[in-house]
């Protein structure tokens, strides 16, 4: 390197330092020939070449900052997939023990029609969740990278009530919208925010299957501490509500309280690709719930990527 430098027409060198190492060089080569340079243009240049420095240093910081963060991310994932295989291994034992029971019966009671219809409907749903379930986990395991594009927060609000409205009336659940004017865009993935709306506004009306009820679904703007402006999305059901105890592993994987019913029997793994999508955001998602008297979840977004 020493030898290269040599061969080009420099006149001076100054060096990037930061915290006493050396992270770059300018190189210099005066128009003006031979002729030495002002001892003020040289300090003028150090002080350039320091801020410059510093610059560089902070941009490489952040670049580690950012990897780290994305590397940790990942991590978590495989993490959460360690636990997940374990559940998955549990939940599917029991769909593929009826399956098994049924090949090894189906042929000494083959003329059995009671049995064929009604063990035939049973091994159907088994197959069915475990697709679900093989689903889910696919979802689950993709890494899911946003695709941000600049979206209306309530413009997707009101197309996920759209779509649920006939399931809400056919149940005679009312539903309340109040959705907050002139709310600021955001930077968002619009099918994973629908997908994580959506999972919460059917997660509410299972909630209340066995009454009618009342939906709430209210937009605001949220003033963060440090002045930034977020849009917070709030979804309040009516129903049986959580339990204590249950509330704190609403989002674990594979956690579910749908299995008293085959029919909204849950694969657990909904609020956990929901609490992901909301974290892949850069947002943040809580719940309140009082059994008996509902659950509320507050979905909060910035209104910009920071």
């Not at 703007?221 to 709030?234: C, F, N, P, S, Y």
């Amino acid at each position: 390197m020493g030898a290269q430098l040599a061969t080009l027409p420099i006149n001076l060198a100054i060096p990037l330092l930061n915290r006493g190492q050396l992270i770059a060089f300018v190189l210099l080569q005066s128009r003006i020939g031979t002729a030495a340079i002002p001892s003020p243009t040289i300090e003028l240049l150090v002080a350039m070449a320091q801020n410059a420095a510093n610059a560089l240093d902070s941009f490489l910081l952040y670049e580690d900052l950012r990897q780290s963060q994305a590397l940790m991310r990942r991590t978590d994932r495989l993490r959460s997939l360690e636990t997940i295989a374990g559940g998955f291994a549990h939940e599917i034992r029991n769909p593929l023990t009826s399956i098994k029971t049924f090949i090894q019966l189906a042929p000494e009671r083959k003329n059995d029609n009671h049995f064929i219809g009604e063990f035939s409907r049973i091994v159907l749903d088994d197959v069915n969740r475990i697709e679900r379930l093989i689903q889910e986990i696919l979802d689950y395991a993709r890494y899911m990278e946003p695709r941000l594009t600049d979206e209306d927060p309530n413009e997707i609000v009101s197309s996920c009530l759209y779509f649920i409205q006939v399931k809400a009336d056919s149940r005679g659940i009312k539903i309340e919208k109040d959705l907050a004017p002139e709310l600021p865009r955001g930077m968002l993935d619009r099918q994973q925010i629908k997908q994580v709306l959506l999972n919460l506004l059917l997660n509410a009306m299972d909630a209340m299957s066995d009454k009618t009820g009342t939906l709430r679904v209210r937009t605001t703007k949220l003033q963060k501490a440090d002045g930034e402006v977020w849009t917070q999305i709030e979804i309040e059901d009516t129903g049986h509500g959580i339990s204590s105890e249950n509330l704190d592993h609403i989002f674990d994987p594979f956690f579910t309280t749908k299995h008293a019913s085959a029919v909204n029997e849950g694969t657990g793994l909904g609020l956990t690709i929901a609490h992901q999508i909301i974290r892949e955001h850069r947002g943040e998602i809580q719940v309140q719930s009082t059994e008996g008297v509902g659950t509320t979840f507050h979905i909060n977004l910035p209104s910009h990527r920071s």
